[in-house]
């Protein structure tokens, strides 16, 4: 299975900070890649797809950009409502698998 | 706007077998997209399991294929899990799922709100 690392654990922030996390495919996943948000007791929620196309209702200070095996989630000014756990998923393998999560935490 | 709802016992006995059933409202499951299950051990990430097409197309992940059975009931706009032999490590919260549409490899776009299942003796 294609195994999915993302970068910080764990990250402390600012509100108006510029945010960026990394996620790492062990093997090329073309641009099948997608990221999510998840606040505690509260189920996932799509963020990006297909590494940069952004999910309806998402706001614009979210993006996603890489292609292959490395890949980034930037948030351009981070808001109170962003401070959550951010998950990538890849979706190029018959399994499909996720990073094991980023925390934004308040600085 | 699709809703899905997970439903079943909140505690299973080692060794037994664990049945969800997840019911989709908002959207008739015989139209098409691909429905799934996901589940994520407390504190931990998530792991995909198991997903299935309205025509009864299923795929599994390789590490619980020998214990997972997904089904669907097109008539009761429901569709469900079945994980058997259960042990601690599966102690989770299961989330029901719909892909993104296209093909059943597309990322979820509408998850239940995820219910805690717990194996304890």
């Known amino acids: 299975d294609i195994q999915m690392t993302q970068s910080p654990s764990t990250l402390s922030a600012s509100v108006g900070d510029r945010v960026t996390i990394t996620c790492r495919a062990s093997q090329s996943i073309s641009s099948w890649l997608a990221w999510y948000q998840q606040k505690p007791g509260k189920a996932p929620k799509l963020l990006i797809y297909k590494t940069s196309s952004l999910e309806s209702g998402v706001p614009s200070r979210f993006s996603g950009s890489g292609s292959g095996t490395d890949f980034t989630l930037t948030i351009s000014s981070l808001q109170p409502d962003d401070f959550a756990t951010y998950y990538c998923q890849q979706y190029n393998g018959y399994s499909r698998t996720f990073g094991q999560g980023t925390k934004v935490e308040i600085k | ?121």
């Open chain 2, 1 to 121: 706007q699709v809703q899905l709802q997970e439903s079943g016992p909140g505690l299973v006995k080692p060794s037994e077998t664990l049945s969800l059933t997840c019911a989709v409202s908002g959207y008739s499951i015989s139209s098409g997209y691909y429905w799934g299950w996901i589940r994520q051990p407390p504190g931990k990430g998530l792991e995909w399991i198991a997903t299935i097409h309205h025509s009864g197309t299923t795929y599994y992940t390789r590490s619980l294929k020998n214990r997972v059975t997904i089904s669907i009931d097109t008539s009761k706009n429901q569709f469900s899990l079945n994980l058997n032999s259960v042990t601690a490590a599966d102690t989770a919260v299961y989330f029901c799922v719909r892909h993104k549409t296209g093909d059943e490899y597309n990322p979820f776009d509408s998850w239940g709100q995820g219910t805690l299942v717990t194996v304890f003796s």
